[in-house]
């Protein structure tokens, strides 16, 4: 596609369940990263791809987030047991090469997760 | 740890006139940074980049500046108009590690005025 796809776009979810977000890169990029956005505050680095491996996942906030990435495209975040403090905005981006600083790094519009 | 920061969280301005807006960075191992606008309810968007090895750049309305010196970042938006209301975030690029790893600071919320 044209940019970075998320899917859902929005989703409530009661207390203990878990969620999937889904990610689809723009094509031919072969980074892939996941940051999350509380309401008002800054972006939070949580893992990175490079093709399929993610050589850093030291931004995961717990062992109940996990993520992967398959064909070198799309990526899916999984938390299990969601808590209330899980409740932001789950933001993924990708970029057209790695290792390489001065790549630009384009962002979907977000999946916007609520538990309650 | 190391980070990104903003001086003004929110900055108000007339419409017409120049915005700046200001980031300090503490890692002298940047070697590129970048800016970011946030509209309310989307995606950051990529503005604006600069690497280390220059001062300034240039862009359609906006300009970046980058004093190494000081570890100081700004955004200047010229003749800022209301679809310029947005959260500005300034992003540092920590080399390598062997991928590029991008650090965002908190932002600064862009007001204006008409």
């Known amino acids: 596609g044209a940019g970075v796809s998320q899917s859902p776009s929005n989703k409530v979810t009661e207390k203990g369940k878990d969620v999937e977000l889904r990610c689809d890169p723009i094509s031919g990029h072969t980074a892939l990263y996941w940051y999350r956005q509380r309401l008002g505050q800054g972006l939070e680095f949580l893992i990175y791809?490079?093709?399929?491996?993610?050589?850093?996942k030291s931004g995961l906030p717990s062992d109940r987030f996990s993520a992967e990435r398959t064909g070198e495209s799309v990526s899916t975040l999984t938390i299990q047991r969601t808590q209330q403090e899980d409740s932001a905005v789950y933001l993924c981006a990708s970029s057209l090469l790695w290792g390489l600083s001065g790549n630009t790094i384009y962002f979907g519009e977000g999946s916007w997760l609520t538990v309650v | 740890g190391e980070s990104v920061g903003l001086h003004l969280p929110t900055l108000s301005v007339q419409e017409g006139d120049n915005s700046i807006i200001n980031c300090a960075y503490s890692?002298?191992?940047?070697?590129?940074f970048i800016w970011y606008k946030q509209e309310s309810g989307k995606g950051p968007q990529f503005i604006i980049d600069?690497?280390?090895?220059?001062d300034k750049r240039q862009g359609q309305r906006v300009t970046v500046l980058l004093n190494k010196t000081v570890k100081h970042l700004s955004l200047q938006i010229a003749a800022t108009q209301p679809g310029d209301s947005a959260v500005y975030f300034c992003?540092?690029?920590?080399?390598?590690?062997?991928?590029?790893?991008?650090?965002f600071g908190i932002g600064t919320k862009l007001q204006v005025i008409p």
């Open positions: 600069i690497r280390s090895n220059m």
């Open positions: 791809f490079q093709g399929n491996s993610a050589p850093d």
């Open positions: 992003a540092e690029n920590i080399p390598p590690g062997g991928y590029q790893k991008v650090t």
């Open positions: 890692n002298s191992a940047s070697d590129y």
